[in-house]
């Protein structure tokens, strides 16, 4: 497989009245075309600062991210932000909220049926071709999360961006909601960073899971590689013992590794400074 996005050794920083924070130290990582990554980590660990230099909403403060070896410096259609919240506009139908993200990118590309097909296509692979004429108020929070991964694929970006999708959701919808986002994964070989609190989700889903260390100055605290065979099915696997052991190495690492990385961490950091200083003097 070949690297489609390289983060490269970011550093976030953001001005407070108390001086400025560090959200992001040395964030350094590459993904392939195709993966499924997983961002976990305790809140305040700065999965969602990392997806935003991703999305081009924040400009890192050293380092960058590359993506086809160009540089992001702005939001784009080729990255497609999920958030927990569907962002639906709820005076628009199903159908409406699609057709808008797909007039902005395809409106000098596609003819009216074209993007009446597209669009269309879209609301089947999440099987909504059903509600396409119901307004979000009209149908349910699973439902709606579903317009809004439709709209996001329906831009065809290059990396879907996935904000805790299914935080919401009740425990029987986010089983069906994320079996879903399988399958679709597995038909559009789609590049996936996923935020998630779920370690069951995050094992399920990915390909690798990136573990945060807590913040401030956070940063990558351990890779894990799931490489259990696709498609997978959450019946079966509940008492795969491979499953079980990855479950159990990222539990380890949030409650148990997580307060000997993190010192480390700072550690390391501090010395670098005190050698560069050293250097400089």
């Not at 550093?11 to 924070?21: H, L, N, Y």
């Not at 904000?163 to 590049?191: C, K, V, W, Y």
């Not at 807590?214 to 696997?237: C, F, K, M, S, Y």
């Not at 491979?242 to 961490?265: C, G, H, M, T, W």
Request: hydrophobic content about 40%; proline content about 4%; some cysteine.
């Amino acid at each position: 497989m070949s690297a489609i996005l390289n983060i490269s050794q970011i550093d976030m920083v953001f001005p407070t009245p108390k001086g400025d924070f560090t959200a992001l130290k040395n964030v350094d990582l590459k993904i392939n075309r195709g993966e499924f990554i997983s961002l976990i980590g305790h809140s305040g660990c700065g999965k969602s600062t990392v997806l935003n230099v991703v999305a081009g909403l924040y400009q890192a403060t050293k380092g960058g991210v590359l993506l086809n070896n160009k540089e992001v410096i702005e939001p784009g259609p080729e990255r497609a932000v999920v958030f927990q919240n569907h962002s639906l506009l709820p005076w628009l139908t199903a159908y409406q909220n699609i057709e808008l993200a797909v007039k902005q990118v395809f409106q000098q590309k596609m003819s009216a049926l074209e993007m009446k097909q597209w669009i269309e296509h879209n609301l089947h692979l999440v099987h909504m071709e059903h509600a396409m004429h119901k307004r979000p108020d009209e149908i349910s929070g699973g439902m709606k999360q579903r317009i809004g991964i439709a709209r996001a694929l329906a831009m065809q970006p290059e990396i879907l961006l996935m904000d805790e999708p299914f935080g919401a959701l009740d425990a029987l919808t986010r089983a069906h909601m994320q079996d879903s986002l399988m399958e679709i994964q597995q038909q559009l070989n789609n590049t996936v960073i996923m935020i998630t609190h779920d370690v069951d989700e995050a094992v399920l889903l990915s390909d690798r899971i990136v573990m945060m260390t807590n913040g401030p100055e956070a940063t990558i605290g351990e890779i894990l590689t799931v490489d259990l065979a696709r498609p997978r099915n959450r019946v079966q696997l509940a008492n795969d013992q491979q499953y079980n052991d990855l479950r159990a190495r990222v539990l380890s690492f949030l409650y148990e590794k997580q307060r000997k990385v993190a010192p480390l961490i700072g550690k390391i950091s501090q010395s670098k400074n005190s050698n560069e200083t050293s250097n400089i003097a």
